[in-house]
């Protein structure tokens, strides 16, 4: 899977808030206590050194920085370990559990407060700073669905996942645990959006040609692409479906929901089978939940307590003033407050059955757009079609698939993890190499 993280993540603006946030975001965890039984760095050495200011570094509440990163790396090497760093900074407390230290050269064995096992290999040049800093993520070992409960348990997660056969037009689940669950869909919730459009074609209210204005408004949720466009150019709901599902693009996502409107968005929660559609109801825009969520005024405690009443008019309010990001508040979990979109694993197989199903006549196009991006690095010759959607916000991750084995059968495959803290993107590209092995488990 060589597809960046990046394009997965639903927050485009949120993460383009990182470095205003790094000065100020609050710890997401207690740094490793080094009297503990932590394993001892000497630093008699250079490698041993910057092996050691390393751990220092990552461990500490202090944000990566270029200044600080200029006490360990090479001047050239500045900006490339900045940047690596400060990705690794969101996934601490680390547990050194072993370090090797030779010349010119140390690495360090690791656990991350998810549970995934990690290197980070440094090289010293002759000045003793680092002109190599090379991190790795082991695949955790995966031969059971038992396995698959392990590794999830310990990521500290609440978590979700379900495999099921598609049998009859539903859902035939062969693995699973806490499949009932309602959490955090991220960028899964595009797949009612998409189903939305797709049932607006087929009713001749809306076409695949239809033209979406771009607004200055529009554009401050993110984009991939589609911001270059000028204000007042147009993109057609068929290349906006494109880019909402292949990479995720939020202003795609808020031009097509106003074109369908927020109550053919509600008619596809419960065309679908959602287990609760009064709870995403009115269906909020990710303009007016990135405002609820991440927006400046603080509204998430009001969110929080608030009636469904209450909330529809907080809503209303974050749609008819400008959006303004806390950069303080960009890698706070709102999915704590109950700001996300919602709905379980068996939502999430009904959805990706209904798009699939429903993908005749004027809406065949959907088979098309969900399969532009396979999103997981399985062979073609054994799974020819798979249909991905997965997203990411801060504290919040998640993946689904529907995929066609050799012999033609349907299955759906998904995961949801929600953390009351946000990570870097390493657990993202950990997630998949699970979520890989758990295909090899299916009874194909």
């Not at 959490?183 to 607006?200: G, M, R, T």
């Amino acid at each position: 899977m060589r597809r960046p993280l990046a394009a997965w993540r639903t927050a485009v603006t949120l993460a383009s808030l990182a470095a205003l946030a790094a000065g100020c975001a609050p710890s997401p965890a207690s740094p490793a206590d080094p009297g503990a039984g932590e394993v001892t760095i000497s630093t008699k050495t250079p490698p041993g050194l910057r092996a050691k200011q390393t751990m220092d570094m990552l461990n500490s509440d202090w944000p990566i920085g270029p200044v600080g990163v200029a006490t360990l790396a090479a001047p050239d090497k500045v900006e490339q370990v900045v940047t690596t760093m400060e990705s690794l900074w969101w996934d601490r407390p680390f547990h050194l559990d072993s370090v090797d230290i030779r010349a010119g050269a140390a690495t360090l064995h690791l656990t991350t407060s998810y549970g995934a096992r990690q290197d980070i290999r440094l090289r010293t040049d002759d000045n003793g700073m680092v002109d190599l800093f090379k991190p790795t993520t082991e695949a955790p070992p995966i031969h059971s669905w038992h396995d698959v409960d392990t590794v999830l348990s310990r990521t500290g997660a609440r978590y979700s996942y379900q495999a099921s056969r598609i049998e009859g037009g539903g859902c035939k689940p062969v693995a699973g645990t806490n499949t009932g669950q309602s959490l955090p869909l991220a960028s899964i919730f595009k797949l009612y959006v998409l189903l939305a459009v797709a049932n607006e074609v087929k009713a001749g209210t809306v076409s695949w040609d239809d033209p979406l204005t771009i607004t200055g408004r529009a554009k401050v949720v993110g984009s991939s692409g589609l911001e270059e466009l000028p204000e007042g150019a147009h993109v057609s709901v068929r290349r906006a479906a494109e880019k909402m599902i292949a990479t995720s693009d939020n202003m795609a996502t808020d031009l097509l929901i106003d074109h369908v409107g927020t109550h053919a968005v509600e008619r596809a929660l419960v065309a679908a089978g959602h287990h609760d559609p009064a709870s995403m109801t009115p269906f909020p825009t990710m303009y007016e939940l990135f405002s609820v969520g991440w927006g400046k005024p603080d509204l998430r405690a009001q969110w929080q307590h608030g009636s469904p009443q209450e909330r529809a008019k907080l809503l209303q309010q974050a749609k008819s003033r400008p959006y303004e990001p806390d950069p303080i508040r960009a890698h706070v979990p709102a999915s704590a407050y109950g700001a996300e979109w919602y709905g379980s694993a068996e939502d999430i197989c009904r959805v990706h059955v209904a798009l699939q199903a429903g993908a005749v006549g004027r809406a065949e196009p959907v088979k098309e757009i969900m399969s532009a991006v396979r999103g997981i690095d399985l062979p073609r010759a054994d799974w020819p079609y798979i249909g991905a959607k997965a997203g990411g916000l801060p504290g919040d991750l998640t993946f689904s698939w529907y995929a066609l084995d050799r012999a033609g059968q349907p299955w759906v495959v998904s995961f949801q993890l929600n953390w009351p803290r946000d990570h870097g993107k390493s657990v993202g590209s950990w997630m998949l190499q699970v979520a890989k092995q758990a295909f090899g488990l299916l009874p194909v």
